[in-house]
């Protein structure tokens, strides 16, 4: 084999080697963006689900809190009017409320125009 014939299989097989790490080059990095894709695509799922969820349960927990205050604006107007058995009543329903928990509030306290508590479940 002359020296020439030998410089070109060398080359030759340079060129393929570095046309062979340059395709394993390219594959990795086309690996590294399609995982990268595959963590984002998850991690905008998961965020959603959490919007999702936060947005069903808002509804539901205002809803709650929404009777807690009306029960106790009703004692109030109750305690003004000297109806003790009426505040009693709406003292009860106030309480049987906060004691299902679920999205309803968890403690409920009443201030007077001083904002000195007067009344705290």
């Known amino acids: 084999m002359t020296a ?9 097989a340079a060129l393929v080697g570095a046309a062979v790490v340059v395709g394993v080059w390219a594959l990795g990095i086309d690996l590294a ?12 799922a998961a965020t959603l689900a959490a919007i999702r969820s936060a947005r069903d349960s808002l509804p539901r927990q ?8 009306s029960h106790a604006q009703v004692r109030a ?21 906060l004691r299902r928990g679920g999205d309803a509030p968890r403690v409920v306290a009443q201030a007077d125009a001083q ?5 705290t479940s």
């Open 115 to 119: 904002g000195q508590i007067v009344w």
């Open 77 to 97: 107007v109750a305690l003004a009017r000297g109806d003790r058995r009426e505040a009693d009543a709406q003292e009860q329903a106030l309480l049987a409320l």
């Open 62 to 69: 205002l809803a709650a809190t929404d009777r807690a205050l």
């Open 33 to 44: 963006r399609r995982e990268e894709q595959v963590r984002l695509a998850e991690a905008e």
């Open 4 to 12: 020439s014939l030998k410089r070109f299989w060398l080359l030759l």
